[in-house]
């Protein structure tokens, strides 16, 4: 069994910056595909960000792109999302996927481990 847990989301300014980290536990193995995505209030949920099991980035929202940075960490059972130049836009409840492959999906079904998510909060 896979737990996946977000952290770093908070209340933030216009312009700001956070790190989201995505710690998983378990049966954890680099390579696997990972997903941030992000759901606003009153809208559906969105695929931010993905990284493939060889390191691979897939850009999913364009709004974000030049502005998040999706990464592993060094011991690969952690995954980033640096986000620079937030905009209040960027409010959202913020979750991190990982599927049991090594090629990403856009198909929030082909994602078997989601974790509870993290609010992050731009205020203008």
């Known amino acids: 069994q896979v737990q996946l847990v977000e952290s770093g989301g908070g209340l933030v300014q216009s312009g700001g910056s956070l790190r989201l980290a995505c710690a998983a536990s378990?049966?954890?193995?680099?390579?696997?595909?990972m997903v941030w995505s992000r759901q606003a209030p009153g809208k559906e949920c969105e695929f931010v960000e993905a990284?493939?099991?060889?390191?691979?980035?897939?850009y999913y929202a364009d709004s974000v792109k030049g502005r998040f940075t999706i990464s592993r960490g060094n011991a690969k059972n952690t995954v980033y999302l640096q986000m620079n130049s937030l905009k209040p836009e960027d409010t959202a409840v913020y979750y991190c996927a990982r599927r049991a492959a090594s090629r990403v999906s856009s198909l929030e079904g082909e994602y078997q481990y989601w974790g509870k998510g993290t609010q992050v909060t731009v205020s203008s």
């Open positions: 378990g049966r954890t193995y680099t390579s696997y595909a």
């Open positions: 990284m493939d099991g060889g390191g691979g980035i897939t």
